[in-house]
């Protein structure tokens, strides 16, 4: 978790809110690697919800 952060900032993030990486238009990153910090309970629903809106962004994208 953290490792491709997501945010608005591409000096201090990774991945914008849509999990598309701001050096690669081309890359989406899904997981809780996007995350900014590790949380006390299960990521799963989270994780499904970032993966569906993510697949929401690649669809309108093409």
Request: charged share 10%; glycine share 10%.
């Amino acid at each position: 978790m953290g490792t491709c952060k997501m945010g608005n900032n591409p000096c201090s993030s990774v991945v914008d809110a849509q999990g598309r990486s701001h050096e690669h238009p081309n890359l989406y990153v899904v997981g809780s690697s996007v995350f900014t910090t590790g949380g006390t309970s299960n990521p799963t629903l989270t994780v499904a919800a970032l993966a569906l809106r993510t697949a929401d962004a690649i669809r309108s994208a093409i």
